[in-house]
């Protein structure tokens, strides 16, 4: 019972917690992702405030150094009917400057707890990982970002 339960959690099938309320989930609506610079929408709420020190791979996307210590937000935005879309986690260091352009890498990422928890999926479930970094008019970063998306609620479509 208990591997009918996971199988059918990970496919999308149940929803609920375990031990709890389960019941058959509703599909997602399917987003699209064109632009990952662009405001989102639709309500959002900031989960997490705390500055974090840089780990290598955030010193190495902002050019400083290692265990410098940045400001950090995670925004968990949602959708029209109050579900969770995405989780977006922004590092900077001082104070928030404005950007003239951004790059922006995609990749996937297995969910840790806290994210696979805020999104309603299970850990380990396979999300889209973009990985954006805001530069001023100089090219030099001011602020970078990974925005978690859930495969299941979103598609991305790049254009030139």
Same mark, same amino acid.
């Given at each position: 019972?208990? #591997?009918?339960?996971?199988?059918?959690?990970? !496919?999308?099938? #149940? &929803?609920?917690?375990?031990?709890? /309320?389960?019941?058959?989930?509703? @599909?997602?609506?399917?987003?699209?992702? !064109?632009?990952?610079?662009?405001?989102? @929408?639709?309500?959002?709420?900031?989960?997490?405030?705390?500055?974090? @020190?840089? !780990?290598?791979?955030?010193?190495?996307?902002?050019?400083?150094? @290692? *265990?410098?210590?940045?400001?950090?937000?995670?925004?968990?935005?949602?959708?029209?009917?109050? *579900?969770?879309?995405? #989780?977006?986690?922004?590092?900077?260091?001082?104070?928030?400057?404005? /950007? $003239?352009?951004?790059?922006? &890498?995609?990749?996937?990422?297995?969910?840790?707890?806290?994210? +696979?928890?805020?999104?309603?999926?299970?850990?380990?479930?396979?999300?889209?990982?973009?990985? *954006?970094?805001?530069?001023?008019? /100089?090219?030099?970063?001011?602020?970078? $970002?990974?925005?978690?998306?859930?495969?299941? *609620?979103? !598609?991305?479509?790049? +254009?030139?």
């Amino acid at each position: 019972m208990r #591997l009918a339960y996971v199988l059918l959690r990970r !496919t999308g099938v #149940l &929803e609920g917690e375990e031990r709890s /309320h389960v019941y058959v989930a509703h @599909p997602p609506a399917m987003r699209t992702l !064109t632009d990952p610079d662009a405001p989102w @929408p639709y309500s959002s709420e900031t989960t997490d405030t705390r500055p974090r @020190p840089a !780990t290598e791979e955030l010193a190495e996307r902002l050019r400083v150094a @290692p *265990r410098t210590v940045l400001q950090h937000e995670t925004v968990e935005c949602l959708d029209p009917g109050g *579900r969770s879309a995405m #989780l977006v986690s922004t590092w900077w260091r001082g104070r928030r400057r404005r /950007h $003239a352009s951004f790059v922006a &890498e995609l990749g996937v990422v297995s969910l840790g707890v806290e994210q +696979a928890h805020a999104l309603g999926l299970l850990v380990d479930a396979l999300a889209y990982r973009v990985v *954006r970094t805001r530069l001023d008019e /100089h090219g030099a970063p001011v602020e970078t $970002a990974d925005l978690i998306l859930p495969m299941d *609620r979103w !598609t991305i479509r790049l +254009a030139g």
